[in-house]
């Protein structure tokens, strides 16, 4: 009996090591990519972004036919699951050259699959209330003038600038530091921080300065008016130390698998052609976040009613 | 015939490095010295002594004099420093691990001051432990534990939880945990001191009786002289670690060997301890004795009535031989001083 | 009895600690010594401080130690597909792991509904009695009600396998721990590093190791949890009788008989206390591993985070209290449920805030009888199966509190914002803003001098050595002025913890009524996922340090009630009669008699709240706390920062080290605990 549990399991182990080790990507389920099965998206937790996975999801799987998995992470993850295999797309990225250099370049495990069509807007905001009520304040020369207004328990007697959450690109010190601005930046550290307090801005008519972004679903809900800060020029922002311009508009992107898009399937056909506006994603996200619709709901609403900006997606053919 | 236990210049020293201490002038020191000089501790210092088959062996002291130490050391559940113990003519200290356990698990068994029983199992099992760790089959140790229960008058018991039993019952079923191995010699370190005084002596009538019954060699170890005296056939008396007397509890509070065991025996009753061969004087020169004589191992206070309404000395004999005489004069002090030596 | 005569120690381990032999009076002297001591180490500290504050110069963004981290980093990634370490080592962790968690899950999916909800009712019944029993069933239903029954049932998966895993390779290590004192000595700064460094420092390369999803949870989670498996379990086997041990040798038995049949079955109330805490513990984490695409009611909570939906996300978090506390109510009930309970066995202990006792029920359900419990087992295991093949579904009418909750919430964050403004200005000038400004403006190499000054006094040379060792080392790691603006909010919320703490935990040990009140709260504070009330406090107290403070009192003081409340409890009721006797008010009972004799649970109390501010420092840093919370969180989120991010997560276990070890003191130094 011993004898015979002991040749057992040694020759499990030889199975096991025979075949040299098992690599990382052993053991778990992974459907070839492109072949009529899986779609693996990421889905990383901002909102907009679910708006994007939501409509793609739902023509990959009512009108090419796949399954979607979609998994919830956030997008340094998202890049580390081209590598293993996990990861067929990312609807959204914002910029990341660092990323885009390690898993592009240097592994060649991702490539680019285009813009998605919406811009992203990075920059310092007020609650309108106060561009009302101070004009001049949405110049950034004026800022140092109103110092006084944003200083908070955690400013240390200067004016406070609320960052933005880690995830996201800033240059806000540097900016801060180069403009000669009497301000400290606090770090959020989470995007529901900054919308808590935007929202609490508008609501008890409490001045805020913060960093900022569209498309987001909060433009739906309430107003903010963008600081003007010294216009973007090509380079400005090369060092980040010295960065004194504002931030540029960025061109959101798709990112794909290397395998998946060289399996040229029509869903990666689909994710290529996949492209909208901040409008069409911000009505969807408002479907999401304020009219508490389910993504699949939200999706099918919008793509019944904007047959007109899908139909290019689908792939010739399919 | 050799003695059942025969313990030969036992030390136990605790603390750092404790082979330096024996056998070095280190080992003369008094206890409090030795460990500020050292930071070991001798619990147990150059003890000998034997003891014979059937015997109930007592080994008295005060607190950290040292008992517990010298009773684990026996069976090695504390590892001797130096001396030589043999159990049954066989030499306990060169025993592998293997064969002391087989003494442990069938020649020596102990009851101890806090029960030691496990509270997860039942009365029964608690008793039938000993037997399980042997292999033996559930339904023939529970039979014997039985019968050891019956023994010790805890019969309807065995499904209770030892929680649910009383000081004293609780001791019982340690008494039966021991007896159910049926071991050649008991080792008892204080089995009674956590009890009160009435059951306490229930339980020493109980020990006196099973000793009848079963004949087993004891060794008993107490803080209690008046349990050593009805208890013990001799006693050994221990202060920081030394024996400073082994005698019988007559030679003890006859003749205490020291201040110490003197302080110790100094409220005993002694005409309740001492017998004649105590008091007993040599007759005068021509004179007359009563016709009866008393034997010399009569018991003081059982003598007084014969030899205080006796208008003569009375003769003292061992068997036939005359050893001495006894009379009033000589009876009154044993009677009313506990303190005065008396002169053997 | 003479001074002279105190007998010397003997240490648990069998160390003599011999007893100075000093007379009363030069032991006075010492006392007095001992004051002037601490006088002219404080004038020291002081004046040393006014000679050489710095202006606090700002942590830089690249110390060697992240270049170490990230290069470290760097080479797990290259490495993964060809060193052998991952080959055979992590990879076919993942591959055991991913079994155990598809085993568990076709289990509990294979009951269906109605099979599992009755299953729960039957486990709760046999462990735990018929009163749990209820409790279990109308907790399963719950999450049917709250329409969240799916991802309950997922998240119960990934607890179940983490907890698992936890018992299988916690409870031998606890034992080893337990009987080989290097092992122990070992373990203990590994088991700090595990228990306090936050995931959020290493959950990034963890699925590079380990893949997204289910076996890198479970990982994650396990890390996290097993400590309080191990610790309560060592602590249940140094505890179990020597005198029974010694009795049970001295029959004879080998040593793994003595394992077997007497320290395992002497341990087992205390192991299986160890699982409860697992239990609670891993529930805490399964919520962050969401993160890693983690199935069941993270994904819920983090989504309505997303959407700053507090009221969505309160429904989630009330599955997992009602999870917490059905699981919570089997394990307690089951540790009571033994033949026989020494009472050593409840007292509170190091490792776990939530010992319950409660001797009633487990005399009856005893007197039920052996024989008879497996025939109600055998009953429910039918009912069980014959439920889980009727085709009941979860479509159950759907409860949701969202609106209510979101309602009352808005309500709130409108009208109470001035007064909760007003009441962070205090707090952050009156007591944050100087602390922290003395501690940063301390040069490093002082405070290191002063840790180890007082630590010296307080808790003994070894325990300052390391001490000061731990604040070097944070000096070392490039995060000095970081970790003194954490350390500052971390102080200040320890305060206020064991402030509030120790009032509600005198009530409740004085008022019954109180305790039965206070303890719901107490179980909904110590499970609800703090992403839940992240954004209420969001809302009224800003992004800011104190709302970090908030998170961390609502995290940290249900223990800390609890110890007090078990401490006073154990005070025992003859010394609390002869007060009464000798006519103390109550007041004076409490201050005179119940307060110091149960120094224990407070100091334990103490520690505990210690542990668990710290857990909440990352919190902090998703907060507007910033600091060494902030560097863990940007470490997650970006690459490069990763190296930063871990060497902040290193300072925050060493901080725990520090303030564990200065604190330690208390334990020994004086008196029994
Ligand atoms: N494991 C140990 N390590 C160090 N010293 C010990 C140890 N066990 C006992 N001692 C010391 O040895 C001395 C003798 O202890 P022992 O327990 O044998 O005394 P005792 O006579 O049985 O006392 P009591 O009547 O209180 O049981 C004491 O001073 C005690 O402190
Ligand atoms: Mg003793």
Redesign the interface.
């Known amino acids: 009996m011993m004898r015979l549990r002991t040749v057992a399991s040694a020759a499990l182990i030889l199975s096991l090591t025979a075949c040299g080790g098992a690599t990382s990507g052993a053991g778990e389920s992974t459907p070839s990519a492109g072949a009529k099965g899986t779609v693996k998206l990421a889905v990383n937790p901002w909102v907009g972004y679910e708006s994007d996975a939501a409509v793609v999801g739902y023509l990959l799987e009512k009108k090419l036919g796949y399954t979607v998995e979609k998994k919830e992470l956030k997008e340094e993850i998202s890049w580390q699951g081209f590598e293993t295999g996990e990861v067929d797309a990312i609807l959204e990225n914002w910029g990341h050259a660092d990323l885009k250099k390690t898993y592009i370049e240097q592994k060649k495990v991702a490539v680019e699959a285009g813009s998605t069509g919406n811009t992203g807007v990075i920059g310092w905001y007020v609650p309108q209330w106060m561009a009302d009520q101070y004009p001049d304040i949405t110049d950034y020369k004026n800022l140092n003038k109103y110092a006084g207004l944003f200083k908070t328990s955690e400013s240390k007697g200067k004016g406070q600038l609320l960052g933005g959450d880690p995830s996201y690109v800033t240059n806000d010190v540097a900016l801060i530091n180069n403009l000669k601005l009497d301000y400290t930046v606090v770090f959020s550290g989470s995007e529901a921080a900054i919308i808590k307090a935007a929202q609490q801005a508008g609501a008890q008519k409490k001045p805020l300065l913060f960093y900022f972004y569209e498309p987001q679903w909060l433009f739906a809900q309430e107003k903010f008016a963008r600081i003007k800060l010294p216009p973007y020029t090509a380079g400005c922002d090369a060092d980040p130390k010295k960065v004194a311009c504002d931030y540029p508009d960025y061109d959101l992107d798709k990112i794909v698998s290397k395998k998946f898009a060289d399996a040229n399937s029509t869903a990666y056909q689909l994710i290529k052609n996949f492209k909208w506006t901040n409008d069409d994603q911000n009505l969807v996200s408002d479907y999401l976040t304020n009219q508490g619709m389910s993504a699949d709901q939200a999706a099918e609403k919008w793509v019944n009613e904007h047959e007109a900006t899908w139909k290019p997606w689908i792939p010739a053919g399919s | 015939m050799t003695s059942t236990i025969t313990v030969e210049h036992l030390w136990k020293v ?2 750092p490095k404790p082979e330096r201490v024996v056998g070095t002038e280190l080992a003369d020191l008094p206890r ?1 010295e030795l ?2 000089r050292t ?3 001798a619990a147990v210092r150059d003890v000998s002594f034997a003891v014979e088959a059937g015997e109930v062996f007592v080994v008295m002291g005060l607190s ?1 004099s040292g008992k517990s130490t010298l009773v ?1 050391c026996l ?1 090695r ?1 504390i590892e001797p420093t130096s001396g030589e113990i043999s159990i049954d003519g066989e030499a306990v200290r060169a025993m592998n691990a293997r064969r002391l ?6 020649r020596v ?2 009851v ?11 009365v029964l099992d608690n008793v039938a ?2 037997l ?3 292999g033996l089959g559930r339904a023939e140790r529970h039979r014997r534990a039985g019968e050891m229960l019956t023994l010790v008058g805890l019969d309807g018991h065995e499904n209770q ?4 039993l009383s000081g004293g019952m609780q001791q019982r079923v ?1 008494l039966a ?1 021991a007896l159910a ?1 049926d071991p050649a010699v008991l ?1 008892f370190d204080e089995p009674f001191s956590a009890l009160d005084p009435l059951i306490r002596r229930d339980m020493q009538t109980e020990v006196r009786r099973l000793h009848a019954e079963v004949g087993k060699t004891l060794v008993f170890i107490t803080h209690d002289l008046a349990e050593a005296l009805t208890l013990g056939d001799r006693i050994a008396v221990l202060r920081d670690g030394d024996v400073v007397q082994i005698g019988t509890p007559e030679d003890l509070v006859g003749a205490p060997a020291d201040d110490y065991v003197a302080d110790f025996v100094r409220d005993v009753p002694r005409s309740d301890v001492l017998t004649l061969r105590w008091i007993m004087r040599d007759p005068l020169d021509g004179e007359t004795c009563e016709d009866q004589p008393l034997p010399a191992t009569t018991v003081i206070r059982d003598a007084v009535p014969r030899i205080l309404r006796a208008k003569l000395p009375v003769q003292v004999v061992d068997g036939d031989r005359p050893v001495g005489v006894v009379d009033a004069d000589r009876l009154l002090p044993a009677l009313i001083s506990h303190h005065r030596q008396v002169p053997a | 009895m003479t001074a002279t005569a105190t007998p010397p120690t003997i240490q648990p381990d069998g160390r003599v600690v011999a007893v100075a032999g000093e007379g009363a009076a030069p032991w006075r002297r010492g006392l007095t010594r001992r004051r002037v001591l601490w006088v002219v180490l404080i004038a020291a500290t002081v004046g040393a401080y006014l000679g050489f504050r710095t202006g606090g110069a700002a942590d830089s963004d690249d110390a060697a130690a992240f270049r170490f981290f990230t290069d470290v980093r760097n080479w797990v990634d290259e490495n993964r597909d060809t060193s052998p370490l991952f080959l055979y080592g992590f990879n076919y962790l993942r591959l055991g792991v991913r079994l155990l968690v598809d085993a568990v899950q076709a289990g509990l999916y294979g009951l269906g509904f109605a099979g599992l909800v009755a299953a729960a009712g039957a486990v709760a019944l046999v462990l735990a009695g018929w009163r749990t029993a209820l409790v279990a069933v109308g907790g399963f239903l719950a999450f049917g009600f709250l329409g969240l029954w799916a991802e309950s049932v997922d998240t119960l998966v990934l607890t179940t396998s983490a907890v698992l895993l936890a018992v299988v390779i916690g409870v031998p290590i606890g034992v080893l721990a337990a009987r080989v004192n290097w092992v122990s000595a070992i373990l203990r700064p590994v088991l700090d590093v595990m228990q306090i460094m936050p995931t959020f420092a290493y959950l990034a390369p963890m699925t590079l190791l380990f893949l997204i999803g289910e076996p890198a949870a479970v990982i994650a989670t396990l890390i996290y949890a097993v400590p309080a498996t191990i610790r309560i379990t060592e602590l249940g086997i140094r505890e179990v009788s020597p005198t029974t041990v010694e009795a049970a040798t001295a029959l004879g038995s080998t040593s793994r008989q003595l394992l077997t049949k007497v320290r395992l079955p002497m341990a087992r109330p205390t192991i299986v206390l160890a699982v409860n805490q697992t239990i609670m513990m891993a529930l805490s984490m399964v919520v962050i591993t969401a993160l890693i695409d983690a199935p069941g009611l993270g994904q819920n909570i983090i989504r309505a985070l997303e959407r700053v939906n507090v009221g969505a996300a309160f429904d989630a978090g009330l599955a997992i209290v009602i999870m917490a506390v059905v699981l919570d109510r089997i394990t307690t009930g089951a540790a009571r449920r033994r033949p026989a309970a020494p009472a050593r066995h409840q007292r509170p202990t190091a490792a776990n805030g939530v010992e319950r006792v409660g001797a009633g029920r487990r005399d009856r359900w005893r007197a039920a009888g052996g024989r008879n419990r497996w025939a109600v087992a055998a009953g429910t295991l039918v009912v069980v199966v014959v439920l889980a093949v009727l085709p009941i579904s979860e479509d159950l009418p759907h409860f949701s509190f969202a609106v209510p909750v979101n309602e009352l919430t808005g309500w709130i964050e409108l009208h109470w914002y001035d007064g909760t403004e007003w009441v962070k200005n205090v707090v952050s000038a009156g007591l944050l803003d100087p602390l922290e400004g003395v501690l940063t403006s301390t040069p490093w190499w002082l405070f290191v001098l002063v840790v180890a000054g007082f630590g010296t006094m307080a808790s003994g040379v070894r325990a300052a050595v390391i001490a000061a060792l731990a604040a070097a080392g944070i000096a070392g790691l490039g995060l000095w002025q970081h970790a003194m603006q954490t350390l500052a909010t971390v102080l200040v919320t320890i305060v206020l913890t064991m402030a509030v703490g120790i009032v509600l935990g005198v009530w409740s040990a004085r008022h019954d009524w109180f305790a039965a009140g206070l303890r719901p709260v107490l179980d909904a504070a110590q499970t609800m996922p703090s992403f839940v009330y992240l954004l209420p406090a969001l809302a009224l107290f800003g992004a800011s340090r104190f709302t970090a403070i908030v998170a961390g009192f609502v995290y940290a003081f249900p223990p800390v009630v609890r110890l007090v409340d078990r401490g006073l409890r154990d005070v025992p009721a003859a010394v609390v009669e002869a007060a009464v006797s000798a006519g103390s008010t109550p007041r004076q009972l409490l201050w005179k008699v119940q307060l110091p004799m149960a120094r224990g649970g407070l100091l334990l109390a103490a520690n505990q709240g210690i542990v668990m501010v710290l857990a909440m420092v990352v919190l902090g840093g998703l907060v507007g706390a910033g600091a060494l919370g902030y560097d863990v969180v940007a470490g997650f989120s970006q690459r490069e920062d990763f190296g930063k991010g871990l060497a902040a997560g290193f300072a925050i276990v060493l901080l725990g080290i520090l303030l564990d070890r200065l604190t330690q003191g208390f334990h020994h130094a004086k008196g029994p605990r």
């Open positions: 605790f603390g409090a460990r500020a930071g070991c501790l950290g684990r069976t559940l356990r087989d003494l442990r698990r069938h068994a102990m101890f001051q806090h029960f030691g029983l496990l509270p997860h199992r039942s432990y000993g399980e760790i042997q939880y030892p929680e649910q340690g945990r191995i080792l």
